[in-house]
Nanobody, 129 residues
Framework: QVQLVESGGALVQAGGSLRLSCAAS????????IGWFRQAPGKEREGVSC??????????AESVKGRFTISRDVSKDKITVYLQMNSLEPEDTAVYYC????????????????????WGQGTQVTVSS
């Protein structure tokens, strides 16, 4: 079982920045790909960015390339995955979910929500124009 706890969502003006954090813990969590999805009202959940379990491999949705950066920090007891979001646009408004997937690739995880094994509770990001 993997536990995912997100934080960092807020209301921000267009052009601003936010950093989301996901604290991941649990048995064998270090073997899980961890990434971020988002869901806007009336839309399907979509992959934003995903990070490999080991190494530095990442995947980004086209809509966030060049603006968002995912990073992964490993400590003794947990893994923290950050999503640095710059140049935010009103279209980025959504609930952002941390996700974990086992034995997959970053692209597969980010492009198929059904590949996710565990979800966080979500954090709201609102970008005002």
């Amino acid at each position: 079982q993997v536990q995912l706890v997100e934080s960092g969502g807020a209301l921000v003006q267009a052009g601003g920045s936010l950093r989301l954090s996901c604290a991941a813990s649990g048995y064998t969590v270090e073997y899980y790909e961890i990434g971020w999805f988002r869901q806007a009202p009336g839309k399907e959940r979509e992959g934003v960015s995903c990070h490999r379990a080991s190494g530095s491999g990442t995947h980004y949705a086209e809509s966030v390339k060049g603006r968002f950066t995912i990073s992964r920090d490993v400590s003794k007891d947990k893994i923290t995955v950050y999503l640095q979001m710059n140049s935010l646009e009103p279209e980025d408004t959504a609930v952002y979910y941390c996700a974990a997937a086992y034995m997959t690739t970053t692209q597969a995880m980010c492009t198929r929500a059904r590949s996710v094994d565990f979800w966080g509770q979500g954090t709201q990001v609102t970008v005002s124009s």
